[in-house]
């Protein structure tokens, strides 16, 4: 049996989960700014109510990317704190990928391609393209970012001739809505037990790796940059 615990606060949400060989158990809350005083103890208050220690895990898996810079960076702390202590291998899992599996779970009978959007800010999204695979989800594209209304220019999206889903708060920009999409859903967050569900498979297959050589996946160098440089240089 194993033993996956995954964390996730790329977005404005947080949330954790455990995946008992199959079994989940997750805890997710709405937590904007406050990702540093709930992530912490979502995951102490979830192991306690499994009766697990750090020790008893084979792996942690972490939503990698794309999304919140400041999100990304907490996760991957903590990650590395966990990890590090309990010399436990970890997982990168993507968060566009973990969205399209968390709507195909939601709605069983959906056939049709998912196309993922994260607002990137500066007028970006983050986007990628998705359809079901067995009980979890293959990708169709690789992951970019980009300014909304270049994704029309896209020769994948083209060839969809809008038969696809429309996932993720990226899609509020009217230039995303015109590429009139058969459904979509802006209130839409990644959660942990979806990434759960994919790291199981990554770990059956011996992906996981040393948390030393983990990254988180930004897309753009430009946001880390400008972060730093505002950290800098306060004033």
């Given at each position: 049996?194993?033993?996956?615990f995954?964390?996730d606060?790329?977005?404005?949400?947080?949330?954790?989960?455990?995946?008992?060989?199959?079994?989940?158990?997750?805890?997710?809350?709405?937590?904007?700014?406050?990702?540093?005083?709930?992530?912490?103890?979502?995951?102490d208050?979830?192991?306690?109510?499994?009766?697990?220690?750090l020790?008893?895990?084979?792996?942690?898996a972490?939503?990698?990317?794309?999304?919140?810079f400041?999100?990304?960076r907490?996760?991957?702390?903590?990650?590395q704190?966990?990890?590090?202590?309990?010399?436990l291998?970890?997982?990168p899992?993507s968060?566009?990928?973990a969205?399209?599996?968390?709507?195909?779970?939601?709605?069983?009978e959906a056939?049709?391609?998912?196309?993922?959007?994260?607002?990137?800010?500066m007028?970006e999204?983050?986007w990628?393209?998705?359809?079901r695979?067995?009980?979890?989800v293959?990708?169709?594209?690789?992951e970019?970012?980009?300014?909304?209304?270049?994704?029309?220019?896209?020769?994948?999206?083209?060839?969809?001739?809008?038969?696809?889903?429309?996932?993720?708060p990226g899609?509020?920009?009217?230039?995303?809505?015109q590429?009139?999409?058969?459904?979509?859903?802006?209130?839409a967050q990644?959660?942990?037990?979806?990434m759960?569900l994919?790291?199981?498979?990554?770990?059956?297959?011996?992906?996981a790796?040393n948390?030393?050589?983990?990254?988180?996946?930004?897309?753009?160098?430009t946001?880390?940059?400008?972060?730093r440089?505002?950290?800098r240089?306060p004033n």
């Amino acid at each position: 049996m194993s033993l996956i615990f995954a964390l996730d606060s790329s977005t404005d949400a947080c949330s954790v989960a455990l995946n008992a060989d199959g079994k989940l158990d997750a805890r997710f809350e709405l937590a904007a700014k406050s990702h540093t005083q709930r992530l912490l103890p979502m995951v102490d208050e979830l192991l306690q109510h499994n009766k697990l220690t750090l020790s008893s895990l084979d792996a942690i898996a972490f939503g990698r990317g794309p999304g919140s810079f400041t999100g990304l960076r907490i996760c991957m702390g903590i990650v590395q704190g966990l990890a590090f202590g309990a010399q436990l291998p970890v997982i990168p899992v993507s968060t566009l990928e973990a969205m399209a599996l968390g709507y195909y779970r939601a709605n069983p009978e959906a056939n049709l391609p998912v196309l993922v959007a994260l607002d990137a800010r500066m007028d970006e999204v983050y986007w990628g393209l998705y359809i079901r695979s067995g009980d979890l989800v293959s990708a169709l594209s690789d992951e970019f970012v980009m300014k909304p209304e270049f994704l029309s220019e896209q020769d994948v999206i083209q060839s969809l001739a809008g038969k696809f889903v429309a996932v993720g708060p990226g899609w509020h920009y009217p230039a995303m809505q015109q590429l009139a999409a058969s459904t979509i859903v802006v209130d839409a967050q990644p959660r942990a037990e979806d990434m759960a569900l994919i790291a199981a498979q990554i770990w059956s297959s011996g992906g996981a790796v040393n948390v030393l050589d983990a990254e988180p996946v930004y897309l753009r160098d430009t946001i880390s940059w400008q972060k730093r440089q505002r950290i800098r240089n306060p004033n």
